[in-house]
């Protein structure tokens, strides 16, 4: 079974995603409201993978990436974005970020991107 954290400023999202997550034999070992908490979040768990929201208030997704990647550079990191972010999504791609989920997404989606994340270690 595979470790995910889950970052997005809103609750909501988290829950949802963590709910698809865990239907699907997913281990949620930690959540972050955003990028700051995110790193740190990711150097005292070390997930399997991260579902990394773009926007966020204080440091965004991307800065988190970028920090993860430069400490961590095998992280796999997947970006939950919404519609029109184009982008955000290649500088997210270029920062190492493995793949990414558009927002509103299918939980079948999300489920079938992380999969194939963690299954290519």
Do not use: W
């Amino acid at each position: 079974m595979s470790t995910v954290l889950v970052v997005d400023d809103a609750v909501f999202m988290r829950t949802t995603i963590k709910r698809i997550l865990e239907n699907h034999h997913f281990v949620i070992v930690g959540e972050a409201s955003n990028g700051l908490e995110a790193v740190e979040q990711y150097k005292s768990l070390l997930p399997d993978v991260v579902t990394m929201d773009v926007t966020m208030p204080g440091m965004n997704g991307i800065e988190a990436v970028k920090r993860i990647i430069a400490e961590f550079p095998n992280a796999k990191i997947v970006m939950v974005t919404a519609l029109g972010q184009q982008k955000l999504i290649v500088d997210a791609l270029e920062s190492g970020a493995k793949d990414f989920i558009t927002k509103p997404f299918d939980p079948e989606q999300i489920v079938h991107v992380l999969q194939n994340i963690t299954s290519d270690s």
